[in-house]
Antibody
Framework: EVQLVESGGGLVQPGRSLRLSCAAS????????MHWVRQAPGKGLEWVSG????????GYTGSVKGRFTISRDNAKSSLYLEMSSLRAEDTAFYYC??????????????WGRGTLVTVSS | DFQMTQSPSSVSASVGDRVTITCRAS??????LAWYQQKPGKAPKLLIY???TLQTGVPSRFSGSGSETDFTLTINSLQPEDFATYYC????????FGGGTKVEI
């Protein structure tokens, strides 16, 4: 079955770190770019970060640049998001998403179910 | 930074209606535009990319048009399963989503 499964979310204090993981199955993982997209409860979608198939092209939204690091392990068909210096405004559901393409950071044609990150003291 | 402005933010409609949602980009994006549908408690679903290309399995009552800064999603003959929130997304630069349009009864 073609799917993405996120893990690693939870409750974390402001200023602390958290690592999200996404396990992919059912498709050739290293044929596609991958992304993290978040959605605060009751709010809209926000692209967080994306990475090309070979990790050469990486991008971040401005509010997380310098705090979040995206990476992938093609041998394990896994995507990661290392989040540090977390803030209350980072509270959201974090979705792992597959790109339609290999290199450009473009469109999201497969999504996981999301993992909730809550930043609160 | 890119801004994507959707209108309306919500629309009331009935089964069988034609619904039109617009999306305006703060600068030209060529044809790098997609539309997504999201139902409560679910992940978004890609409907259309490249302005007008329907993703596999998406019903033909959905259509997209536009170029550069002004884009439209049209749903012909609205079905019960179409009541959801719709987002546009530009892909010319790092992805940016519009604020969403809720289609409700």
């Amino acid at each position: 079955e073609v799917q993405l499964v996120e893990s690693g979310g939870g409750l974390v204090q402001p200023g602390r770190s958290l690592r999200l993981s996404c396990a992919a199955s059912g498709f050739t993982f290293d044929d596609y770019a991958m992304h993290w997209v978040r959605q605060a409860p009751g709010k809209g979608l926000e692209w967080v970060s994306g990475i090309s198939w070979n990790s050469v092209s990486i991008g971040y939204t401005g509010s997380v640049k310098g705090r979040f690091t995206i990476s992938r392990d093609n041998a394990k068909s896994s995507l990661y998001l290392e989040m540090s210096s977390l803030r209350a405004e980072d509270t959201a559901f974090y979705y792992c998403a597959k790109d339609l393409y290999r290199s450009g950071l473009r469109y999201f044609d497969l999504w996981g179910r999301g993992t909730l990150v809550t930043v609160s003291s | 930074d890119f801004q994507m402005t959707q209108s309306p933010s919500s629309v009331s409609a009935s089964v069988g209606d034609r619904v039109t949602i617009t999306c305006r980009a703060s600068q030209g994006i060529g044809s790098w535009l997609a539309w997504y549908q999201q139902k409560p408690g679910k992940a978004p679903k890609l409907l259309i990319y490249g302005v007008s290309t329907l993703q596999t399995g998406v019903p033909s009552r959905f259509s997209g048009s536009g170029s550069e800064t002004d884009f439209t999603l049209t749903i012909n003959s609205l079905q019960p399963e179409d009541f959801a929130t719709y987002y546009c997304q530009q892909a010319d630069s790092f992805p940016t989503f519009g604020g969403g349009t809720k289609v409700e009864i």
